[in-house]
């Protein structure tokens, strides 16, 4: 990660132990707990409601422990929960595995400190290839926030796009391998 560019936030950072780890099915009922604070959060840009239950639920969830393109993580702040990551792999290019942050959440307390960008970075890290991050058209905050995160990353090396089938921007970029922080 360019920490360079990422000035401030990559100093208030250096303060916190910012750790991205893997998730386990025993992770799984804190990570569904925090998938509805992220989709409360959401509702501003997606309209969406709560079922008739209380819940927003999350379709794909389940699958994040079942199929082997699919990866969950878990980000804590100083040992706290703080938020999460989805990965998923969705295709391949002459032989270059594609990635999608398919859903990334930092709870508000944490926000605006760099933990986001540090959490990016460690995941962006862990698969080396092409990655497309998605946003949604009425979420202005997601697509200014990722595109600095990401023109940080990779030093402005990344292209942004609009595709038919997602009504937003899409930044695409590649990541090398890198050692593990």
Known sequence: MNENLLGNAAARVRQMSIEVR???IEDKPVLRNL???YRYDS???DGEDVGEHGFFGYR???QYWTEPERHAFIVRVDSRLAGFAFVREIGVNEGE?????????IMRKYRR?????AAAGRVFDMF????RVFEEEANKPAQAFWRKVISAYTFGEFREIRDEAWAGPIQEFK???KEAR
């Open 128 to 131: 080396p290839g092409r990655w």
């Open 60 to 62: 794909y969830f389940d």
């Open 97 to 105: 595995r594609i990635h999608s942050l398919a859903e990334f959440f």
């Open 22 to 24: 893997k998730a386990g």
């Open 113 to 117: 400190q760099g933990v986001g960008t």
């Open 35 to 37: 998938m509805e604070l």
């Open 175 to 177: 990541t090398e391998f």
């Open 43 to 45: 509702t501003e840009f």
